[in-house]
């Protein structure tokens, strides 16, 4: 059970080490090398067990944010950290996290920034 994103509902095989984890900081808390992004995603749905796969440069948020096999719907951006602590000291550090909204096109970070390259 990952622990950075409770509401995850798929695992991600990496392309490094061939596991499976829930989130990029799942990876680097049990492996030593540095995670390697593909867009060429193979995913677990947690729900029905199933392997599907996932080629970003055609995925389609609309469509393909379902498991093929049990439509269980696993959208990145819901797992968010849980909140945080809401002092003015910790608000500089909120508003860098609210901004990265863009982690839905990163699913979590297991894929390369995209939009970089498709401009
Ligand atoms: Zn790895
Ligand atoms: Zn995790
Ligand atoms: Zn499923």
């Known amino acids: 059970m990952c622990s ?60 393909d944010s379902y498991c093929p096999h049990c439509d269980n719907h696993f959208v990145f951006t819901s797992a968010q950290p849980a909140a945080v602590a809401p002092s003015a000291a910790m608000q500089n550090l909120d508003a860098r996290m609210i901004r990265d909204n863009d982690v839905d096109d990163e699913l979590l970070g297991f894929a390369p920034d995209l939009s970089k390259k498709l401009g």
């Open 4 to 63: 950075h994103y409770p509401e995850a509902q798929v695992s991600v095989r990496t392309v490094c080490c061939r596991k499976f984890f829930d989130c990029p900081a799942c990876h680097e808390a049990s492996e030593d090398h540095a995670l390697k992004k593909t867009v060429d995603m193979a995913l677990i749905c947690k729900k029905c067990r199933k392997a599907f796969r996932k080629d970003l440069r055609d995925f389609d948020p609309e469509t």
